[in-house]
């Protein structure tokens, strides 16, 4: 089974609106962290937004928010009053801790985000 | 800009080469991790440094290899390249092995 699952390839907003990308995870551990990431057209990978898995409180970070819902196993990303440069793809990611002190991120496929005026 | 430098920024070259891809993790980050982003895998982990030692492997070839040194810099070799090896290499640090990764901008390797 996928660890994350990204179930909207592509979505489109209007300027202005909110927009909520979807996120699902799979995991048995207790401890672990769900992150968001945005890759404009130019490639790189910037960092939104991250929630723990004990943290009774839904992250924001100024336009973004995290709708956390742990029995759900969702962390849907949340845009308020999209603006043309958040067109990109967005990715969701968890990091699971492996108990020895490692952790790793596993990435969903993504979903693409058009945004248009 | 994350602070996260990765050089080159493109790379071309033939199959069955060898090239360094060469990463410098943000001041202060002590991990460096290795993901390979292609259209047909998407992003994956490849090979994660702590302080200089080897802390985790994902889905790394045997002709990749990886170190971080003692400057914390981390270098990703990748020999006996084939066409599938083309994709986007990226680099991460983190303060710690809990904390969000910042990520390089990528260097793009074509094999041809």
């Known amino acids: 089974a996928q660890k994350i699952t990204q179930t909207q390839p592509g979505m489109f907003v209007q300027e202005k609106e909110a927009v909520t990308l979807d996120c699902t995870y799979d995991?048995?551990?207790?401890?672990?962290?769900l992150f968001w990431y945005k890759q404009p057209s130019s490639g790189e990978m910037i960092f939104l937004i991250y929630?723990?898995?004990?943290?009774?409180q839904n992250a924001t970070e100024g336009r973004y928010s995290l709708n956390f819902q742990k029995a759900r196993k969702s962390a849907n990303l949340v845009i308020s009053a999209s603006q043309l440069g958040d067109s990109a793809m967005y990715f969701c990611?968890?990091?699971?801790?492996?108990?020895?002190?490692?952790?790793?991120?596993?990435f969903g496929k993504g979903t693409m985000l058009l945004v248009s005026p | 800009d994350s602070g996260v430098t990765q050089t080159p920024k493109h790379l071309i070259t033939a199959t069955g080469q060898r090239v360094t891809l060469r990463c410098s993790p943000r001041s202060g980050d002590l991990s460096v991790y290795w993901y390979q982003q292609s259209l047909d895998q998407g992003l994956q982990f490849l090979i994660q440094?702590?302080?200089?030692?080897?802390?985790a492997k994902g889905n790394i070839l045997e002709r990749f290899s990886a170190q971080q040194f003692p400057d914390l810099h981390s270098e990703l070799n990748l020999s006996s390249l084939e066409l599938g090896d083309s994709a986007l290499y990226f680099c991460?640090?983190?303060?710690?092995?809990?904390?969000?990764?910042?990520f390089g901008p990528g260097t793009r390797l074509t094999v041809t």
């Open positions: 929630q723990g898995s004990y943290d009774e």
């Open positions: 990611a968890m990091r699971e801790s492996q108990g020895s002190g490692y952790s790793t991120l596993t």
């Open positions: 995991t048995s551990d207790q401890s672990y962290g």
């Open positions: 440094y702590y302080n200089g030692e080897e802390r």
């Open positions: 991460a640090s983190s303060v710690s092995l809990s904390t969000e990764q910042y």
